[in-house]
């Protein structure tokens, strides 16, 4: 990769309600010493959040996502493009393909199965050549899981000598919403999978974005029952982000050459309580999680629903995404049983907003300034920054790692 570029950083949907908390991390935690620019299709709203940054030095670009050419010249100036821009599988795949044509580095937000599946396909090999390193995944799906497994490891390894087989990841203290960009992402998603075969059958897969050859392993699709958890003490139900997250934990067990075998197993819960209560929760929750895919499969039903749910560009008050938190913990151990670790990932922001604008702005900043181990390629959270985005996380962005 051409290392003279004009810009360290390019954001992409600057304008965006996550695009502008993004902006306002990159000003309060660096000032002036980060070279970034602001881009986005409308020149008149950029220079609007450039004027609530109170920061009239910040260069702003104007750009068109459906524009191959424009979104080639993003790409070739700068080392990195940070884009907020989606529902991805819509208005993602140009700026993927100039980026990794380029050899520039490239973080977005997505969770859309589906589009990953197809940039990997398309886009390995010509950013393996470039050496652009493409990270999916950089929000609260799926850093706290992808990266919670890599810490919870480390520690297991530290402590027995040994990687544990089996992880079990579950959400505990949780405040806030999903995002209205993700609500949209799901729902394209949804709109894909009722009119393409081949895209519920991705779906259906809980290794589909590993390497194309290493598509299986022990586990199946999330149980979406209502469970009671003997190493936790509580009932647990299906949690909305584990069918991502755990497909990208899976793909950077894959991608790192098996560390944790290849009969490593991975499971994502959500806690509710040991009680009755908790089993009721867990219960309603688990038929939510049965009947939302159905309905939401269905056109109308899916465009009255779009009616109730946040718009893309709308989100939490400040003090909302202030008041925000989340944890999940982490409890690795052994086949037989004999050595197991616990670790918690926690945030002190609103998982959809705060926490995932502040985890997007430092894994660019990683991207442009850290020394990284890998090449050019599809990555993973884990598998391309590992221990130097835990260190920004904790430093920056208000996440913590910690055995427990």
């Known amino acids: 990769m051409n290392k003279e570029r004009e810009f360290d950083i390019i954001l992409w949907g600057a304008t965006g309600f996550t695009g502008s908390l993004v902006a ?18 409308n020149l008149k709203k950029l220079e609007h959040v450039r004027d609530q940054l109170n920061s009239p030095s910040i260069p702003i670009i104007q750009a068109d996502s459906h524009d191959q050419e424009g979104m080639n010249t993003l790409a070739n100036r700068t080392k990195v493009i940070c884009t907020t821009v989606g529902p991805y599988a819509s208005y993602g795949t140009p700026l993927v393909a100039a980026c990794a044509k380029a050899g520039t580095h490239y973080c977005d937000l997505t969770g859309e199965i589906q589009w990953m599946s197809s940039t990997i396909q398309d886009y390995q090999n010509i950013a393996q050549a470039s050496g652009a390193r493409i990270v999916h995944t ?6 706290p899981s992808d990266l919670g497994v890599f810490y919870t490891q480390q520690q297991m390894l530290n402590a027995h000598g040994v990687y544990a087989d089996h992880v079990k990841a579950r959400v505990g203290k949780f405040k806030g919403g999903a995002s209205g960009g993700t609500i949209a992402s799901m729902m394209v998603m949804m709109e894909q999978m009722s009119k393409d075969p081949n895209i519920r059958k991705e779906l259906e897969n809980p290794y589909s974005l590993n390497p194309k050859g290493e598509q299986s392993g022990l586990d199946g699709l999330d149980d979406n ?51 009755k209560r908790g089993q009721k929760k867990a219960k309603g929750i688990a038929l939510g999680s049965k009947l939302t895919p159905v309905f939401m499969t269905i056109g109308p039903v899916r465009k009255l629903a779009g009616r109730f749910l946040p718009k893309p560009g709308e989100g939490p008050s400040p003090e909302e995404q202030r008041t925000g938190h989340f944890e999940m913990f982490f409890h690795g151990c052994s086949a037989d049983g004999t050595k197991a670790i616990r670790a918690r990932v926690s945030g002190d922001r609103d998982p959809g907003y705060g926490a995932t604008s502040r985890m997007l702005g430092e894994s660019a900043v990683c991207l442009s300034q850290d020394n990284l181990d890998c ?30």
């Open 225 to 275: 029952r209502a469970i009671f958890d003997d190493d936790f003490g509580q009932w647990t139900s299906p949690f909305v982000m584990a069918s991502v997250n755990a497909r990208v934990v899976r793909r950077s067990n894959a991608l790192a050459d098996y560390p944790y075998g290849r009969d490593f197993r991975y499971d994502e819960r959500q806690l509710t309580g040991e009680d």
């Open 375 to 404: 090449g050019g390629g599809l990555w993973t959270p884990a598998t391309s920054m590992g221990n130097q985005l835990i260190d920004r996380l904790r430093e920056n962005a208000g996440i913590q790692f910690e055995q427990v």
């Open 138 to 143: 950089c929000g609260f799906d799926s850093i």
């Open 24 to 41: 306002r991390h990159f000003v309060d935690t660096y000032g002036g010493d980060l070279n970034w620019a602001m881009a986005g299709r």
